[in-house]
């Protein structure tokens, strides 16, 4: 079992005893009280109950979330591949497929609010998966119009090195001005 997961069990079965002393201790203080009393106390005990469990919940939600990330992407096999957008006036993105080792992982298409939000500066995560120790291939195919509104498919590709550490590549489509033509760049972090 995975080190951080019996971490996890033994935080799920501390809440689940802190749930059962609660209402055992709700049923305790009931008994020595009036009807009143009880009824007060019970309806602000129970609420301040639920509440501090709803908290555990969602911290404990938030743990097992970050667990379940890193059992599956662990960082001695995880890639990640992001998409930016520099400027953008000699291109127009329509879509994106990304190749990795031969393999189709993934591919989207652009909305013109997505499209605005990259010219804004903002970074798409395009790709977040597995890939094996050593030599690994990486190939993008970008679709759009080009200057003089011309259809364009330009790919480009770019051939990593992977390591014991998290990989991660920006794929930024940037204007160059000097060929008034769009240029793609692999970057790797």
């Excluded at 501390?14 to 106390?41: G, M, N, V, W």
């Excluded at 990640?80 to 127009?92: M, P, R, W």
């Excluded at 990259?118 to 080009?146: C, D, H, M, P, T």
Aim: overall charge negative; glycine content about 4%; some cysteine.
């Amino acid at each position: 079992m995975h080190k951080h997961a019996s971490h996890w069990y033994r935080r799920l079965f501390l809440i689940l005893a802190f749930a059962a002393l609660t209402c055992a201790s709700s049923a305790a203080q009931q008994d020595e009280d009036t009807p009143q009393d009880q009824t007060k106390t019970a309806s602000m005990s129970l609420n301040d109950r639920t509440q501090a469990l709803k908290k555990e919940v969602l911290n404990l939600n938030r743990d097992l979330f970050i667990l379940e990330e890193e059992l599956l992407f662990p960082s001695n096999t995880q890639v990640v591949v992001f998409l930016s957008l520099d400027v953008g006036t000699l291109f127009a993105l329509d879509s994106v497929e990304l190749k990795l080792n031969d393999t189709t992982v993934a591919g989207y298409l652009y909305t013109a609010r997505e499209l605005d939000a990259l010219r804004r500066g903002g970074i798409q995560q395009l790709y977040v998966g597995n890939v094996r120790s050593g030599k690994n291939e990486l190939v993008a195919f970008f679709v759009g119009k080009g200057p003089h509104d011309r259809e364009y498919r330009r790919g480009t590709h770019i051939v990593f090195d992977k390591t014991s550490s998290p990989k991660y590549v920006e794929l930024k489509i940037a204007d160059d001005p000097k060929s008034q033509q769009p240029e793609f760049v692999v970057k790797e972090w």
